[in-house]
């Protein structure tokens, strides 16, 4: 088995590869698309091979002597969707005998009325979501494998464990004040790397061929949003009791966030622009007005003419104070769902080695060491401690950038 892992140097991949290189180093090929992220890969001298997904010849040059295949890369737009299209042609070509796509929950759709759900539950993302262009992959390999290229999708929630993206992400809006907890005893779902990358080899063994979803979880039925981000904080030397929200007040800021706000000088900014001046300049009626409106700006005080103009400003008043949420740490919470695992146990005989709780303690003990006071910059933390104490600004978030 010789084994080609697309997206090899992110953080799944890079995982998935040392795992192999450590049982096998002949069978594991990473494919990167250049090097400046793959060092994690370089420092145990795997023979890295460079693809973009986009280049068709580049893959199909990469996927040679390759029997198996991972794809765990990701990317914005429709660059996701091409490149997969261009992989499947690929590992067509290249003979693959079976492809693991790694796909996501967010296929599945952001709200749920609570409860567990299995892989027959109807996919409900929004258009032109991440979970919607991720239902799209996964519909590709589907068809892929009607067609004979035997592939199974494995379906994650947020993946955790040591340098976790996705946790850190969530360390750095709990330190910048931007994290609140929902009032509610919300399911959280995570799936350590290293029970990923079980049930990948577990994948490349055997299982579903046709294309089908499997969810992958820690089965850790009892944690909740609450207890991951009171652990997290703990863990980040962040002060406690967090902000606490109703997940009404919690829906208000989401729908905020996606709406954008009426604005009258917006829409006279708008007016002056450029090429909606010349559009407009063709009809006489609206030459006029124009032509009335810039007479009118002249008169108006110079704050006014530099908003219009698209001059920054500074909130004033009592809106300047609010707290501001991320949107993607309340959506997070809001979704209120279990994924069960049943499938995977049953066809891939999966069974996660590292339970929930070893993994966010394995996390907790890594941030400790990289950016706490028993790690190397602990002088730095502790002195940038004291100096908020004292009054002045305390240290910013580059540590965990």
């Not at 793959?38 to 040679?64: F, I, S, T, Y």
């Not at 737009?77 to 042609?89: E, Q, W, Y």
């Not at 002249?298 to 300047?320: D, E, F, I, V």
Request: charged letters at 20%; proline letters at 6%; a positive charge.
């Amino acid at each position: 088995m010789k084994i080609a892992i697309v997206g090899a140097s992110g953080f799944v991949g890079s995982a998935l590869a040392e795992s192999l290189w450590q049982s096998d180093p002949g069978s594991v090929v990473p494919l990167i698309h250049r090097s400046g992220n793959a060092w994690q890969l370089a420092r145990h001298g795997m023979p890295l091979r460079c693809a973009d997904v986009l280049n068709k010849a580049e893959l199909r040059g990469a996927l040679e002597g390759c029997t198996h295949l991972v794809n765990c890369f990701r990317a914005g737009g429709d660059v996701m969707v091409r490149g997969l299209a261009n992989l499947i042609d690929a590992a067509r070509a290249a003979g693959i005998q079976r492809l693991v796509h790694i796909s996501s929950v967010a296929v599945y759709g952001p709200r749920f009325d609570g409860g567990t759900i299995d892989e027959q539950c109807p996919k409900r993302a929004e258009p032109g979501s991440y979970g919607a262009m991720k239902e799209q992959c996964d519909r590709m390999i589907a068809k892929a494998a009607r067609r004979g290229l035997p592939a199974v999708v494995l379906c994650p929630p947020n993946v955790s464990g040591v340098n976790s993206p996705f946790l850190l992400a969530l360390v750095e809006h709990l330190r910048s004040g931007k994290g609140a907890i929902i009032d509610a005893e919300l399911p959280c779902e995570l799936v350590d790397v290293q029970n990923l990358v079980h049930a990948i080899r577990l994948a490349l063994d055997g299982g579903p061929a046709d294309g089908s979803r499997v969810f992958v979880t820690d089965q850790e039925s009892r944690l909740t949003w609450r207890d991951l981000i009171e652990q997290l904080a703990e863990a980040a030397l962040i002060d406690l009791p967090l902000p606490v929200i109703s997940s009404a007040a919690a829906e208000t800021v989401l729908r905020a966030s996606r709406r954008p706000q009426a604005s009258f000088t917006r829409a006279i900014r708008r007016l002056f622009a450029a090429d909606v001046r010349k559009a407009l300049r063709q009809d006489p009626m609206w030459q006029s007005a124009i032509d009335a409106v810039a007479r009118l700006s002249k008169r108006m005080p110079a704050r006014m003419r530099g908003r219009m103009n698209g001059a920054p400003t500074l909130a004033r008043g009592p809106s300047a104070n609010r707290p501001s949420y991320a949107a993607t740490v309340l959506e997070q919470q809001l979704r209120n769902v279990r994924y069960s695992n049943a499938r995977a146990i049953k066809e891939l005989g999966y069974r996660p080695p590292i339970s929930g709780e070893q993994s966010l303690s394995g996390f907790r003990h890594w941030l400790d060491r990289q950016f706490g006071w028993r790690g190397p910059m602990g002088d730095l933390v502790l002195t940038a401690l004291a100096v908020g104490r004292d009054g002045l600004p305390p240290l910013g978030n580059s540590a965990l950038s």
